[in-house]
Structures are given as structure tokens and as C-alpha cells.
């Protein structure tokens, strides 16, 4: 089963197991609040960094509401509230035009870019290099990492207050499994895409064919961060993994061996298993600053 040519389950891999952003309508973001509930809007009103229909998202919305009910995460009144603020939301964006929703998605990764340029105070911090030559990975890096960043610090100097001690740990231990899964899944990837393009080269040279090497000479995104902790450089190592993985991907399609649409079916497969982690850190964040805000 080589990267490109595994059959994907986008439907069980795009099933969030967190809330949805359904509460978006926190003070730091109040000037997208329904925005940001609903930037997932499917491939023709988003940016690529999502996929999924409105419907199906706003459904995973109400269905994240139940399961966190069930799980004592939220009380029976909250998960009410939830479902009412999809009701409206689901009424809002049928009546929204498709250049209204991309408007939406635009204004959610400004807000992102907006939170890298604030520096915070106190915080110990590292500074990477972040790279990323595929335009697919620029949104979803813009959508969800500086939420995700600002929330890891933030869960660490107020997650006992927000949460409590043990609801603390079973935030910690959801983004530590996810994390894990997600640096499982792209070391397979990025070793199975190497191993399938040296195989190829060495096949397309015996063969005296001529032998393509594409590389990116303008990236989508080249920036300096600061990550204030080892779980966002975790991130960053994923997604520049990845960058690497669609290097690979690039060197496949140059040559004839696969088709863009499968290998298209590949990132989207990657985008969707990254995409429960944004969407919970990205509300963690939001209930954390309820706290800081509160002091």
C-alpha cells in the first residue's frame, strides 16, 4: 500500500472529536464571531484547508456537542445552547452568497495572522524558521496553528483554573493522542513517498527514460515565528513534514507515474486528519481566554 494509491476514507477521517465552533463568539474574535463558526464551508467557498460540505460540518458541529454532554465536558444547558447556535448558524449561511462564506474564511486566517504579530508577555519562547512550499498547507497552517500556539501556553498557566485538575489532564491527553497520531501518520507517509520515489527514479533511469526533478522556487509561505511551547513546534514539524511529503507527490506527477486528482486525495486525506485538532485547540483557545481575560 504505497502513499498515493491508498484508498482513503475521507468521511471517517474528517469526524471531529471536539467542539465545534459553534461558541466563536468570544471576545478576541468579536468582530468574526459567526465567522468563525462556520469557516469549513466545502471546496468551492473554502480555501482547501477544510473540504467539508456545510451541512456535514455543521452536523459534526451539533453531533461534538452531544458526545461532549455525554462526556461531562459541557453541562446539558451548554450542549443545548450549542445546538441552538447551529440552528442559527445553519439558517445564517443558506442564506449567505458564495463570495460572502470565502469572505468569512479570509477574515478567520487574518485574525490568525494578526495573533502570530502580537508578542506575549513573560513568555519563554523559541523562533522558527517556517517554510512551506505547497499553497494547500499555507490555510491550514494560518487557520489553525496560531490558535493552537497561543492555547498551548495559555493551557498551562490557566488550565487548572478553566477546567479544573482533571478535566485539565483530559484536555492535555486528547491533544497529546492527536499529536501522536498525526506524527505516526506523516513519518509513514513521508517514508513511504521516499521509498516509492527512489524505487521509481531508479526504474525510469534502467529504463532510459528522462528522469524529472521539480522543486519549488517561490514557497507559499516563508515566515519567522516564536512557538511558545514543544507541543507547537511538534506542529511546525508536522506540516513542514508534510511540505516534504508533497515534494515527493510533485516528483510523481512530473514524471507521468500518478495523476494530480490522486494525489490531490492524499493531502485533502491530510487536511481533514489535522483538521480536529485546529477546530478543539482552536476553541480551547477561546474558552482559555475567557479566563485571561477574567483577571
Known amino acids: 500500500m504505497t502513499t498515493i494509491t491508498e484508498e482513503t476514507n475521507l468521511d471517517a477521517a474528517s469526524k471531529p472529536a471536539a467542539v465545534h465552533a459553534t461558541t466563536a463568539g468570544a471576545p478576541e474574535h468579536a468582530s468574526g464571531a459567526a465567522a468563525h463558526a462556520t469557516g469549513n464551508d466545502g471546496p468551492a467557498t473554502t480555501d482547501g484547508a477544510d473540504g467539508g460540505e456545510i451541512e456535514l460540518e455543521l452536523q459534526q458541529m451539533e453531533d461534538a456537542a452531544t458526545t461532549l454532554q455525554k462526556e461531562g465536558m459541557i453541562s446539558e444547558t451548554e450542549a443545548e445552547e450549542k445546538r441552538e447556535q447551529v440552528a442559527r448558524t445553519r439558517k445564517m449561511f443558506r442564506d449567505l452568497s458564495p463570495a460572502e462564506r470565502a469572505a468569512i474564511v479570509k477574515r478567520r486566517r487574518e485574525i490568525g495572522r494578526e495573533l502570530m504579530d502580537r508578542q506575549l508577555s513573560g513568555a519563554a519562547v523559541v523562533q522558527a524558521a517556517v517554510r512551506l512550499n505547497h499553497t494547500r498547507l499555507k490555510p491550514l497552517f494560518e487557520q489553525w496553528w496560531p490558535y493552537l500556539n497561543r492555547m498551548s501556553i495559555n493551557l498551562q498557566r490557566f488550565g487548572r483554573s478553566t477546567f ?84 515527493h507527490f510533485d516528483f510523481l506527477v512530473w514524471n507521468g507515474v500518478r495523476d494530480q486528482s490522486d494525489v490531490d486525495e492524499e493531502t485533502m486525506r491530510f487536511l481533514r486528519k489535522f483538521h480536529p485538532i485546529g477546530v478543539r485547540g482552536y476553541m480551547t483557545h477561546l474558552r482559555l481566554m475567557t479566563t485571561v481575560r477574567g483577571r
Do not use: C, W
Not at 513521508?190 to 521509498?195: E, I
Not at 522556487?217 to 515565528?225: A, D, F, N, Q
Open 164 to 247: 479544573g485538575a482533571e478535566d485539565q489532564g483530559a484536555v492535555t491527553a486528547f491533544f497529546e493522542k492527536q499529536v501522536g497520531d498525526l506524527e505516526a501518520y506523516v513519518d509513514e507517509q513521508l517514508s513511504v513517498a521516499q521509498g516509492f520515489r527512489e524505487k521509481t527514479e531508479a526504474r525510469l533511469k534502467e529504463q532510459g527514460d528522462i528522469v524529472f526533478a521539480p522543486s519549488v522556487t517561490k514557497p507559499s509561505l516563508e515566515i519567522g515565528v516564536e512557538a511558545y511551547s514543544r507541543f507547537s513546534m511538534r506542529l511546525l514539524s508536522l506540516l513542514m513534514k508534510f511540505d516534504k511529503v508533497m515534494d
